[in-house]
């Protein structure tokens, strides 16, 4: 099974919108509702963002959005914050009863 | 609150078998329909699924290390662990245990930093 497939950095100001892709396959990211999102701040251990593709779990805030197209999902973060800059990891369930995760991407608030 | 925190040695030796727990606080191991998986993240790179036990026993695999990996869990310890044989300093990272689903990690621990060195 091979990584999925995110931008390895993406940046914006306070305030703006970004938005983060995960690629996958049909078997995995296309074919599954269970595509997730982790947030992971440095020397931290990462934290669910997003689960099944769109939903956000209790304490998350709603400035964070997410959908999926075909074999790929996205991350939004709207009114970006200082304290969002992190790294972020897309995972989808995939054939085989496994896991598989994305590369990450590093997101700069400038 | 499930809490969850890793425990093993810090550092292997090549060739050696590298072994973790994770000990299950705050709910029972074979309370409900949990899973409780390994993953690790080398050191400045990105998150990989090791594995995961349903309470019963059932384990799934990474593919690229079922071949060197055992997830065993202790229901009567509130425990699971990781077994990873033959090791090489390309499996030094950082080892977390997560849950409570296949695919959805609510809970972390802290995390596990093992080094693989003579």
């Known amino acids: 099974q091979s990584a999925l497939t995110q931008p390895a950095s993406v940046s914006g100001s306070p305030g703006q919108s970004i938005t983060i892709s995960c690629t996958g396959t049909?078997?995995?990211?296309?074919?599954?509702?269970?595509v997730f999102w982790y947030q992971q701040h440095p020397g931290k251990a990462p934290k669910l963002m997003i689960y099944?593709?769109?939903n956000r779990p209790s304490g998350v805030s709603n400035r964070f959005s997410a959908s999926k197209s075909g074999n790929t999902a996205f991350l939004t973060i709207s009114g970006l914050q200082a304290e969002d800059e992190a790294d972020y990891y897309c995972?989808?369930?995939?054939?085989?009863?496994?896991?598989?995760f994305g590369g990450g991407t590093k997101l700069t608030v400038l | 609150q499930v809490q969850l925190q890793e425990s093993g040695p810090g550092l292997v030796q090549p060739s050696q078998t590298l072994s973790l727990t994770c000990t299950v606080s705050g709910g029972s191991i074979s309370g409900g329909a949990y899973y409780w998986s390994w993953i690790r993240q080398h050191p400045g790179k990105g998150l990989e699924w090791i594995g995961y036990?349903?309470?019963?026993?059932?384990?799934y695999y990474n593919p690229s290390l079922k071949s060197r990996v055992t997830i065993s869990v202790d229901t009567s310890k509130n425990q699971f662990s990781l077994k990873l044989s033959s090791v090489t300093a390309a499996d030094t990272a950082v080892y977390y245990c997560?849950?409570?689903?296949?695919?959805?990690?609510?809970?972390w621990g802290q995390g596990s930093l093992v080094t693989v060195s003579s």
């Open positions: 099944d593709v769109s």
């Open positions: 036990i349903y309470y019963r026993g059932s384990t």
């Open positions: 997560a849950s409570p689903y296949k695919a959805r990690f609510d809970y």
């Open positions: 995972s989808s369930y995939s054939s085989s009863s496994t896991l598989v």
């Open positions: 049909s078997s995995d990211v296309g074919g599954h509702n269970s």
